[in-house]
């Protein structure tokens, strides 16, 4: 019997379908890795950002002796702003500002610090001022994200509030 | 053999990616719980000295936190502690993607009378 040396183009054209096959796969698979992971990023760097926010929020509102809401007077800042006045002749405004929140602490009329936090991306973003409680509350409201966005805990939406003036009044003379 | 080695990965991948986005999903949630349990603690501390007596429920959980957190359930325990102070435990506890409940989160604080409430 004659040995059979070598392929057939059928069995050449049928290996080479199963290789593209599993390139194929793993080309998808890949793709569909790096997407997750990029998304991934946004939606942490988006939480993280609103964990900062809040607790530097909170930690503002607990030291002002008070809180309102300017109303707004820049272009870029259309959604309005809340100014927190604080002891020494310091305060402190958080602007809204184009999918990110501007915080500025001015001492005696300068400019001392400035930082940004970064906001998901929504339609709304609001403060609203609260009375009738002992303390005030502050809150910034994000609207729910729109169908699509990121799927970051913005999605259902974000509020974050802050009682206003918890640590009182400091006693007569002394320093903050 | 190539089309089973493929398809054994894409099984794989398949599988990592859901335990991925459970996790994920879970972490936001927990993010989302960690937030309320925040602002919980926050009109807590805004209330009047005697609205926070223990045995009180003075707050109760957000609509947006009911929708994010699936059979969110709050458990608020306030103690009074000497000397004038009163111990605020905030438990939000959930279900996670698989329908179990999830480990819930904890804040705890405490709550001190102001000055001009005579305490």
């Known amino acids: 019997m004659k040995r059979r040396r070598g392929f057939s183009l059928v069995e050449c054209v049928v290996a080479i379908g199963l290789i593209a096959v599993a390139f194929t796969t793993v080309a998808v698979a890949t793709g569909g890795i790096r997407r997750a992971l990029a998304r991934l990023r946004a939606d942490v760097e988006i939480e993280l950002g609103i964990e900062r926010l809040a607790i530097q929020l909170r930690a503002d509102a607990h030291e002002a002796l008070a809180a309102d809401l300017p109303a707004p007077v820049e272009q870029s800042a259309p959604a309005g702003s809340l100014r927190l006045t604080l002891h020494g002749q310091r305060r402190i405004d958080y602007s809204i500002r184009a999918e990110r929140i501007e915080r500025v602490v001015r001492q005696q009329g300068t400019v001392a610090h400035r930082e940004t936090y970064r906001l998901p991306g929504s339609p709304a973003v609001c403060w609203t001022l609260s009375s009738g409680a002992a303390a005030p509350i502050v809150a910034l409201q994000v609207a729910p994200a729109p169908p699509g966005g990121a799927d970051s805990i913005a999605r259902g939406g974000v509020e974050i509030q802050a009682a206003v003036g918890l640590l009182g009044p400091l006693p007569p003379g002394e320093m903050p | ?119």
């Open chain 2, 1 to 119: 053999m190539a089309l089973a080695l493929a398809m054994a990965l894409s099984v794989g991948v398949a599988q990592i990616l859901t335990v991925v986005a459970n996790q994920r999903h879970l972490a936001r949630q927990r993010a989302a719980a960690v937030l309320e349990a925040g602002n919980l603690m926050e009109q807590i501390a805004a209330r009047p000295w005697e609205q926070t007596a223990p045995g009180q429920s003075p707050v109760s959980l957000s609509e947006a936190c009911r929708q994010w957190l699936p059979g969110a359930e709050l458990k608020l325990e306030i103690t009074d502690e000497k000397p004038d102070a009163r111990r605020i435990r905030i438990e939000i506890a959930w279900h996670d993607p698989l329908g179990q409940r999830a480990a819930p989160v904890c804040l705890v604080g405490w709550k001190f009378p102001a000055k001009e409430e005579g305490r």
